[in-house]
């Protein structure tokens, strides 16, 4: 009788010794993933979308807009999202496990990211209490809006963000983002 193959789980010290190669390595509930660098659309995306997100959060207080390289770390998980918001809080530490939840994040879908950005990280996501989540289909064209305990949204002409403390929504045009 054949026997299934064991799937190893693997740890934070193990993905902290994984090499800096220019792959995004990152560990969501002991499974890794592993992404090749973006293309140069999904960075444009991600510019465009930083653009109109930077006024907003400086002008409401929020906090700071991070970009890749900045981590998301619970519960033995480590996730580098494209773009994402933190609250204003007193520096607690220099470690990434002392870093706010973010009030936001946005995940820019790629062939080689499909299944775990609209899978295991968005489950992580929600079960960490980030309060919004934002998938963006280049190929579809639109935002899913994920929050918990509400059935997501697919926008494809307007997405809004109106985060607790916020004195006014943000609107983004959706298409401004693949334009």
Known sequence: MPMAAAIKHWT???????????????????ELFVTPPPSDDHETIIARLSRLLDPFVDAQHLGFVYRPRAVVRAGGSEVEPDLMVRAL??????????????????EVLSGSTRRRDLGPKKSFYLDIGVAEYWVVDPDARTVRIVQAGTADQVQSDLAVWQPSGASAALRIRVRDLFE
Not at 89 to 106: C, E, N, Q, S, T
């Open 89 to 106: 809080k007193p520096p607690r530490g220099r470690d990434w496990d002392d870093a706010p939840i973010p009030i936001l994040v946005v």
């Open 12 to 30: 934070l010290d193990e993905l902290h010794r994984l090499p800096d190669d220019g792959n995004k390595y990152e560990l969501v509930r002991g």
